[in-house]
């Protein structure tokens, strides 16, 4: 059993800064990739940032610049610093993760964290 649990969603005002963690528990042998994806309501969720195990790194275009994912492959953890946060930051963020458990590679979300910017 894999258990991916973000923290660190909260209420802002524009401008600031929140930083969002992500930690994997359960019976990981090793985590490829790692990411975070977000949720307006009635938009899909897009990907925000990934980060592979070798440490090469994606970022939407909305989000470089204001946005660093970084992970602590030893503690199974990923994070996702943002600043100059924007009301349309505004979603749900999802922790994403493939994990190997044994020899089988699964993908697993995280239940979501919530983020508000106000104006």
């Known amino acids: 059993q894999v258990q991916l649990v973000e923290s660190g969603g909260g209420l802002v005002q524009a401008g600031g800064s929140l930083r969002l963690s992500c930690a994997a528990s359960g019976s990981i042998l090793s985590i490829n990739n790692m990411a975070w994806y977000r949720q307006a309501p009635g938009k899909q969720r897009e990907l925000v940032a990934l980060i592979s195990r070798g440490g090469r790194i994606n970022y939407v275009d909305s989000v470089k610049g204001r946005f660093t994912i970084s992970r602590d492959n030893a503690k199974n953890t990923v994070y996702l610093q943002m600043n100059s946060l924007k009301s349309e930051d505004t979603a749900v963020y999802y922790c994403?993760?493939?994990?190997?458990?044994?020899?089988?590679?699964?993908?697993?979300w995280g239940q979501g964290t919530q983020v508000t910017v106000s104006s």
């Open positions: 994403n993760a493939d994990i190997y458990v044994l020899s089988t590679l699964t993908n697993y």
